[in-house]
């Protein structure tokens, strides 16, 4: 059965790095979202992305994330410059678009902690 | 504001018996609704998807919409100590390609 794949599974990074976390999404689906959650609160959507471009993004989504779909297959999160809220799981998640068919299939998810 | 509301729980129900969770939303435009199981630690895992008025059945699984009150609930029948888990809620309206959560319900499923 497909799958979105997300690595790493954890990323541990100090206060003020980069980080870039990897998705592999669904390889028909066309449209592709990275969502967070906090440790004991609510899934929080961060952004969407189709044809290339960003489709939507939420007010958590500032300048310091950015998105990529650098080949076919992968989609990345870059996040400059690390804060210690950032700490979360980050959620990649695809979707197929036919009147028939808007599910969003989710990745296993990247436990990212700052420190 | 699109808001999805839950009851947060836990829910607590002894095994064998049916489950009932309930969700309610704000945007009356919002055309598509699902259920969400999440294990502690784990993704968000697609239980059921529901579009129209009624109710869709699925296994021991039934989703249940209606649009004019705005709410969506899920059943689950003969409750096993393996669904104990938290049910999320996620709502998509028309215009736009985000889901809108809520925030889970707990449930615990009693031996």
């Known amino acids: 059965e497909p799958e979105v794949t997300q690595t790493p599974s954890h990323q541990v990074t100090q206060m003020g790095q980069e980080v870039i976390l990897r998705c592999v999404p669904i390889s028909n689906h066309l449209y592709f979202y990275w969502y967070r959650q906090i440790l004991g609160q609510k899934v929080e959507f961060l952004v969407s992305?189709?044809?290339?471009?960003?489709?939507?993004k939420s007010e958590i989504f500032d300048d310091q994330f950015s998105v990529e779909r650098p080949d076919g297959s992968n989609f990345t999160l870059k996040i400059r410059s690390t804060k210690l809220e950032d700490s979360a799981m980050y959620f990649c998640?695809?979707?197929?678009?036919?009147?028939?068919?808007?599910?969003?299939?989710f990745g296993q998810g990247t436990r990212l902690t700052v420190v | 504001q699109k808001e999805v509301e839950q009851n947060s729980g836990p829910l607590s129900v002894p095994e064998g018996a049916i489950a009932s969770l309930n969700c309610t939303y704000s945007d009356r435009g919002s055309q598509s609704f699902f259920w969400y199981r999440q294990y502690s630690g784990k993704s968000p895992e697609l239980i059921m998807s529901i579009y129209s008025n009624g109710d869709k059945e699925d296994g021991r699984f039934t989703a249940q919409l209606n649009k004019a009150s705005q709410y969506v609930s899920l059943l689950i029948r003969d409750s096993q100590p393996s669904d104990s888990a938290t049910y999320l809620c996620a709502v998509k309206g028309n215009s736009n390609y985000q889901l809108i959560w809520g925030a889970g319900t707990k449930l615990i499923i009693k031996p």
């Open positions: 992305f189709y044809n290339n471009e960003i489709s939507e």
């Open positions: 998640a695809s979707m197929g678009w036919d009147r028939l068919n808007t599910e969003a299939f």
